[in-house]
């Protein structure tokens, strides 16, 4: 079926908003990752559902940063009083089950977040 | 922690010629995985190849291969005929048994020029 997908594309939002990311896994996966990629840098992990929990958040940097999958298929990242270090492209990714390491993870374009 | 390190910024080739980006990873664990994964402009991270620690045997697909070293914790791709597709950031990146998060290194930004 389809790939990953990410709404919106591009955000912008000025410095103390609340913004939401959307993430739509590939069908049928059950693991899905976030990651945040800063201008020249790699994806740094951010966290990591199983079904709807999430089995590791140590990557997300403090409690602004808040995500959920309450039906175990579409994720939304939540950023509550966002700041100008919150710019970055913010990406998604899901595998078929997470929890052998031979799953592939296939990644989203990304939302690309600018915080003015 | 691990920590994954590719030395080179940058780097510039001919269409058709053979180009080599490199890597270098730092764990205690013995079990791991390794991947190259490529991203153009679109922002999507494409897997190129990926290793398993335990395999000796280097990777390959088609035109991409790998040399992993895993005394010297290296873990470098070959780029064989290539074309000006391969343009883009790649990526190395590690996994460990037992977790599910990818940790990359800073990325080599490849340019195949005609």
């Known amino acids: 079926g389809a790939g990953v997908s990410q709404t919106p594309s591009n955000k912008v939002t000025e410095k103390g908003k609340y913004v939401e990311l959307r993430c739509d896994p590939i069908?049928?996966?059950?693991?899905l990752y976030w990651y945040r990629q800063s201008l020249g840098q790699g994806p740094e992990f951010l966290i990591y559902f199983q079904g709807t929990g999430a089995a590791d958040d140590s990557g997300l940097p403090n409690d602004r940063f808040f995500a959920v999958r309450p039906e175990g298929s579409v994720s939304t990242l939540k950023i509550q009083r966002t700041e100008r270090g919150d710019s970055a492209v913010y990406l998604c990714?899901?595998?078929?089950?997470?929890?052998?390491?031979?799953?592939?993870?296939?990644f989203g374009p990304g939302t690309r977040l600018t915080v003015l | 922690a691990q920590t994954v390190t590719q030395s080179q910024p940058e780097m510039s080739v001919q269409e058709a010629e053979t180009v080599t980006l490199s890597c270098t990873y730092d764990t205690s664990e013995n079990n791991y995985y390794l991947f190259w994964y490529k991203q153009p402009p679109s922002r999507q991270m494409i897997l190129v190849i990926r290793?398993?620690?335990?395999?000796?045997q280097n990777a390959t697909e088609n035109r991409f291969s790998v040399n992993f070293q895993k005394a010297a914790k290296s873990f470098s791709l070959k780029i064989s005929d290539s074309q000006l597709g391969d343009t883009a950031m790649y990526f190395c990146a590690f996994l460990y048994w037992g977790a599910q998060k990818l940790v990359f290194g800073q990325g080599t930004r490849l340019t195949i020029n005609p």
């Open positions: 290793q398993e620690a335990y395999k000796q």
């Open positions: 990714a899901s595998s078929a089950n997470g929890r052998e390491n031979t799953d592939t993870q296939y």
């Open positions: 069908s049928g996966h059950t693991a």
